[in-house]
């Protein structure tokens, strides 16, 4: 079996010398236009039915890394606690894990917050279990980078934005509790569906809205709701940690492939250096 992190190479041989020499020749002038590609390391992605923002999740992602996705399967039901508890079914994550297998990912995302939140933080390791269960050297989803995030910043009082349902966001504020950290503030958008489609704008409101002197850091929910080119500028106007869930996400991947973060976002580079989690600076 081939090492992801390396190239394969299959010699060819010209019967015909004038074409060996036309080929030596465009070597010798042109060679370094064929070192590439850039071999690639990979992240097997497990994403609820209705993901939408995969271009968003490949900002992510460094050069050398590929995003290998399956899905779970489609289920007639809106965003609500119901729908986080079909698409965390532990049979259909496994079955989305094996489809991703063959091409070798180093590790496999659950990438979904309500769905690795909705069920409490042993929910959350059952899930892990389940996908490393299949053969992949090493699992994270969604809410795990986020505890992992929150206890390696030692933040205990956050708050939350999510585009979902109050019940479902509670869910949320009880996987946070059972952490050890306090809920300070919430804002909750109360969408059954089409979360793709919210605007920055909206978005940015709310999580202005939800901040307070207390809290340590804002999380923002939801792997389908856009966030990327928020975090910057919000950043230095709250100076305080923006964490969100593909970012989280890509963060533990990229963690466990001994690979740098990229992309914005202050707290990553704190982890990465060590220094205090806040505030950030302008």
Known sequence: MVNAREQVSVMVTFRDPEKAQR?????AELGSAFTGPVAQRGIGVIAPFDLALERELWRWAPIDVSLHLART?????PVSLDMARLVSDSEHVAAATRDVL???????AYL???????NGV??????????CAVGPPDAVTTSGALAEVLRRLDLRRIAVITPYVED???KLHEFLAELGVETVA??????GGGIWKVCYRTIAEHILRADRPEAEAIFVSCTNLPTYDLIEPLEKVLRKPLLTANQLTMWACLERMELPMVGPGGWHRTIATGASASPVAP
Request: proline letters at 7%.
């Open 112 to 118: 979904c917050s309500s769905g690795s939140f909705v």
């Open 122 to 131: 042993d929910g959350e390791r059952r899930l892990r279990e389940a996908i």
């Open 102 to 108: 063959h091409v070798e990912p180093e590790v496999v």
């Open 186 to 191: 919430s804002e909750h958008l109360g969408l």
């Open 73 to 77: 399967p489609y289920e007639p039901v």
């Open 168 to 170: 479902l966001t509670t």
């Open 23 to 27: 080929w030596e020749d465009t070597i």
